[in-house]
């Protein structure tokens, strides 16, 4: 039995000895696992941080190309706009001034064609409808329609005395 019992020692001590070493590996194993989770929770950290960082960053830069993307066509469309109100507001008011001026310089001349025909009104009745032409050198009296000059001679089928140049 001695040798019964000497191998069931010897079993004993193995098992003991391989489930001492089972845990050690366990706990060595535990705890590599406790520190590879740990580094890769502080790597995980580090890599969000940075990426979080660079997205700021990139953000930033889109935000800063959109504003200037944003603000020439803006620019150029308030410079376009004032162009065209104030070439247009500029037109208006010369187009305005000018036919002003075009309607007074009409109602002056319709005052000055005005006192023209009351000065001609006035030399014909002054003057009993008589005119005086001159025709191919020779000159006339043109008489009123209704009198009878003696030659007879007529002009416009007015008649008319001829003047002699002696």
Known sequence: MERTSIANDLSDRLRKRLESERREIEEL???ELKRLAENSRRVARNALRTIERDTEEATGRVRELLLRAWLRPLIVGLSLWLGFFGGSWATMRWLGW??????????????RIKES?????ELEADTWGIALREIK?????????GTRADPGWKVRD???VKLSNR
């Not at 000018?98 to 005052?111: F, G």
């Not at 025909?117 to 009104?121: G, I, N, P």
């Not at 050198?137 to 329609?145: I, S, W």
């Open 29 to 31: 194993t535990a705890s």
């Open 98 to 111: 000018s036919i002003h001026d075009r309607i007074e310089t009409l109602a002056s001349a319709n005052a």
């Open 117 to 121: 025909h009351e000065t001609l009104a």
């Open 137 to 145: 050198g020779e000159r006339y009296v043109v008489l009123p329609f």
């Open 158 to 160: 007015r008649p008319a």
